[in-house]
C-alpha cells in the first residue's frame, strides 16, 4: 500500500497528514502556523518538522500559494512577506523564492519522491469528477484556482492577481481581511458578483467553491449561485494530496 504525506501550505497555516491510497486519513492531521518571515529553508524545515510527527509516507505532495510551474517557485504571494499577507515584501525573500525548486528540494530533504503544485490545484484534485470543464476556486488568505479538462490540469493561472473593482485586486476584493471587515453578508454578495462575473469568461460544467471561507457564503447567496455551483470541504486540500499524483497535465 502507497501511502502519501499531504501538505497544505496556507498563507496564515501548514497542516499536514498522511493518507492512504483512497484517501482516507491514516493520522491525525497536525498544524502550524506559517513561519514569517519565511526562508526557503524554514519552509523546507516546518515541512520536514511536521513530516517527523506523522508516520513515515512513500511519497509527498505539498501545496503552495502562487504561481508553480513543473515544482519550481515563480512566485508566490505571502511567503515573500516580511510577517505574512499584506506585509511589505522583502527583496531577499522575493529573489530567493523566484525559481526555487521546491518539489526537488523537498524530495532530498524528506528522502521520497515529491509532488509541488499550487494548492488550489491539489484541492481541485480531491473534488473534481473527470466530467466536463471543472473550475475550482478557493477562499481563504486571497483567492487560489485551478482548472481541470477531464481530468486534465490546465496550466496554472494567477487569477487571484487580476483586478476586478476599485483598483483591487481578486486576491484582496474577496480575501481574508475583505471578510472580516464587511462581515459574512456584504462579503458573500461579493463572492456572487465574482462568481457571475467568471461565468462567462469558463463557462464551465461545474464549479467548486472550496477553502476556509467557503463555509461562511450565506445560504441566500449560496443559492442563488445556481446547481453548477457546489461548495466543498476545506479538507480537501488534504485529501487531494493522492489524487493529483494521478492527474494528466
Known sequence: ???????????????????????????????????????????????????????HADRATVGVP???????????????????????????????????????ALSERLGVPAL????A??????????????L??????????ALFDGLRLAPHLELSQAPVRWGLSYDTYIGDKERKRLGPAFWSRRVRRVVEALRPVFVWDRLYLGGGNARVITPE???SLGDDVVVVPNSAGIVGGVRAWELQR
Open 221 to 223: 447567496v449560496l443559492a
Open 116 to 119: 509541488v503544485l499550487n494548492d
Open 66 to 104: 502562487g504561481m508553480i510551474r513543473h515544482g519550481v517557485v515563480v512566485v508566490t504571494p505571502h511567503y515573500v512577506t516580511e510577517s505574512g499577507p499584506r506585509s511589505r515584501p522583502l527583496p531577499e525573500l522575493v529573489e530567493q523564492w523566484h525559481g526555487f525548486d521546491a518539489q526537488t
Open 121 to 134: 490545484e491539489v484541492h481541485g484534485a480531491g473534488v473534481v469528477t473527470g466530467v466536463g470543464l471543472e
Open 1 to 55: 500500500m502507497t501511502t502519501t504525506l499531504a501538505v497544505d501550505c496556507g498563507g496564515t497555516g501548514i497542516k499536514a497528514s498522511v493518507l492512504d491510497e483512497v484517501g482516507t486519513m491514516r493520522a491525525k492531521q497536525v498544524r502550524v502556523p506559517t513561519p514569517y518571515p519565511l526562508s526557503t529553508e524554514r519552509f523546507l524545515a516546518t515541512i520536514a518538522d511536521l513530516a517527523a510527527q506523522l508516520p
Open 136 to 145: 475550482v476556486l478557493t477562499l481563504g488568505t486571497g483567492l487560489g484556482c
